[in-house]
């Protein structure tokens, strides 16, 4: 069957059309910033979509943030101004198609189910390192989503108590440090104090301009500065995962998310960090930390098969 499938990031709109497991189509727009334009700009990749697969009648979206059961993003942290928004209703309305809604970070982990690193895996816990931090969790072969559709919201786990302020107005939450905004954060720190000019060149000059890609780009280049950012960034991701794996036990994380396209930079230090921090490891069986294979395009491709298989039986 053909679906479309629609990810929200932070930062940019994505939508593909999968016929069989294959991407056949594919749109993006920049990410808008309020409820009303986010709407528009859904039903617009919709129909563009639409534009180059005509058939493609189910909708699946992915939502960054609080996605209950009835297709109401309630409140997303890194899209300010978008609350209490029923997307699943308006676009559903707007298009005359029926629509399915979930969790972004949920979405990523049907797909790399079905069809990428996590496919022989029962007990799974994916985490989307981009904008901020989202989990999806699969235990004992089965999509966890919680009382109310919640379950997963990992970044906003406290790391560091009377931490860094974060945008869903608490402090000290995990993504606040391990995320690509918390790698541009440092970035811009260290900028700032004089001691990164690699960073500051790559950023334009600029050193409020240093954003989480730059470290990873010049950490690959081999700039001390920004490996020593990375590793930084790697060990904060560390006591995240380690939380989780205290918590639930998977068998397999799979890392997704804008910074998984910086696998070969990060992969190893995330690894070596998480090995240091597990705890009572010597009595575990060893638990792989995995890139996602289907990269930026996990969530949508998630999200078109939720619409073509799974809502029904998720609601
Ligand atoms: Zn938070």
Known sequence: MRAIGIDVGGTKVLGVVV???EVVAEHRVPTPTTGHALIASLVLVVREL?????????VGIGLPGLVDRHGILRYAPNLPGVVELPVAREVAGALGLPVAVDNDATCALRAEHAMGAARAARDVVLVTLGTGIGAGLQMDGVVVRGANGFAGEAGHMV?????IP?????RGCWERYASGSGLGRRGREEGEAGRAPALVALAGG??????GEHVTVAARQGDEVALALVDEMADWTAVGLVNLLQLLDPGMFVVAGGLAEAADVLLGPVSAAYRRRAVSAEHRPPVDIVMAELGERAGAIGAAIFAATGAESAS
């Open 50 to 58: 639409r534009g180059v697969v005509a058939d493609a009648a189910a």
């Open 166 to 170: 974060c945008p869903c107005g608490r």
């Open 19 to 21: 016929d069989d497991g």
């Open 159 to 163: 790391v560091e108590v009377d931490g």
């Open 206 to 211: 600029d050193p409020l301009a240093v954003r």
